[in-house]
């Protein structure tokens, strides 16, 4: 058997030859097509071809090759030289030209076929199938109707709204007081009114049963005052208030605080929205209940407490609490071995990042 040499190998260029195939039947010796065109995708770099074959039209898209490649062997019989020229391949396929109407006549005729001879499997796949189908317009309607019947609940955002201000989060402020004790004054907390009518509501309750770890700290084996007593069940109810699940908060029959139904009623106005007729608590406001129950802390325990209490009785990191307690003013400071929150001047005003939202 006489040895092939191979001449030449030609590799793929702009323009080579292609291997076609018909999807729907092979090519004999008598076909001939009436028009072949060649084009190039400008996205993947691949030939596509298209072809006129008894007024059908058929197109393909060159095959890509990644493990392998295809040639086509060109022998010269003269001189036996052959050459290796690489080739693509594409499988045509029969381009149906219908009008627009056409596919909803052959989808329903396909599932009257379906639905009377098709196998049971078939049946049910139909079935299930026209259950999905949804009319467009009908849904339209109805979703018409749900947003003329949503109606805006109007609130006063204006605190809401100062997103680089951390007033919204504590209670009032003299920053420019020139002793610790003067940063926040008691009496602006709450009125006169509400500070006696609270203290009358708890008068003969053990509210002090219902005390967190962290209160009952800082708020038992100390004579207290009638404002410090209020503050010190105020920040109790705000810290259980802040780690309460948000689903809880706007339930009806929640309640903020069992001993007073005044001290509730603040609660429920100041650390809460009304939306859509529910009351909910987003998450600045829990951060505002937060913050003020740090500042109620440090006025009844000469303006410092135990870091690590706060933290356990708050769930909430160390790292998380120094944030909160920057708001407030107040300095994390150490003690020994251990971390304390101490209100003292300069206040701190230091910030190691920068709010975009009224989040923090």
């Not at 639905?115 to 199938?129: T, W």
């Not at 003969?204 to 962290?214: G, L, N």
């Not at 500042?295 to 356990?312: D, R, S, T």
Request: with cysteine; net charge positive.
């Amino acid at each position: 058997m006489p040895k092939t040499h191979i001449d030449k190998v030609y590799p793929k260029s702009d323009v080579h030859p292609m291997i076609l195939n018909f999807q729907n039947g092979y090519a004999t010796e008598q076909f001939e097509v009436d028009k072949c065109n060649l084009f190039s995708n400008e996205k993947n770099g691949l030939k596509c071809v298209t072809a006129e074959l008894n007024d059908m039209l058929y197109a393909g898209e060159e095959e890509k090759e990644d493990l392998g490649k295809t040639f086509i062997l060109a022998k010269n019989r003269v001189t036996g030289k052959v050459r290796l020229i690489e080739v693509g391949s594409a499988l045509l396929k029969p381009i149906l030209k219908v009008d627009n109407d056409t596919p909803q006549v052959l989808e329903t005729s396909h599932l009257e076929l379906s639905r009377k001879f098709g196998s049971k499997k078939q049946k049910q796949q139909m079935e299930q199938r026209e259950k999905l189908k949804v009319n467009v317009e009908t849904v339209t309607e109805q979703m018409q109707n749900v947003t003329q019947a949503i109606s805006e609940d109007k609130l006063d955002l204006s605190s809401y709204n100062k997103s680089d201000s951390d007033d919204f989060y504590i209670p009032p402020i003299d920053r420019t007081a020139d002793k610790p004790e003067n940063v926040y004054d008691i009496d602006k907390i709450l009125t006169e009114d509400q500070y006696e009518k609270i203290y009358s509501e708890l008068e003969e309750k053990d509210y002090a049963a219902e005390y967190t770890p962290f209160i009952k700290s800082i708020a038992t084996g100390k004579k207290l005052s009638n404002r410090q007593t209020v503050l010190a069940v105020y920040a109790n109810s705000l810290l259980k208030y802040s780690v309460t699940m948000a689903k809880e908060v706007s339930k009806k029959n929640f309640v903020a605080c069992t001993h007073s139904p005044t001290l509730n009623n603040i609660i429920q106005a100041n650390f809460s929205v009304m939306t859509n007729g529910k009351r909910t608590r987003p998450t600045p406001y829990k951060d505002k209940a937060l913050c003020h129950a740090i500042v109620f802390a440090l006025l009844i325990n000469n303006l410092k407490f135990n870091l690590e209490m706060l933290c356990e009785d708050a769930k909430i990191t160390a790292a998380t609490a120094a944030m909160k307690i920057r708001v407030t003013g107040a300095s994390v400071v150490s003690l020994g071995s251990k971390k304390a929150v101490q209100l003292k001047l300069p206040l701190n005003t230091k910030s190691g990042f920068r709010r975009r939202s009224a989040r923090f």
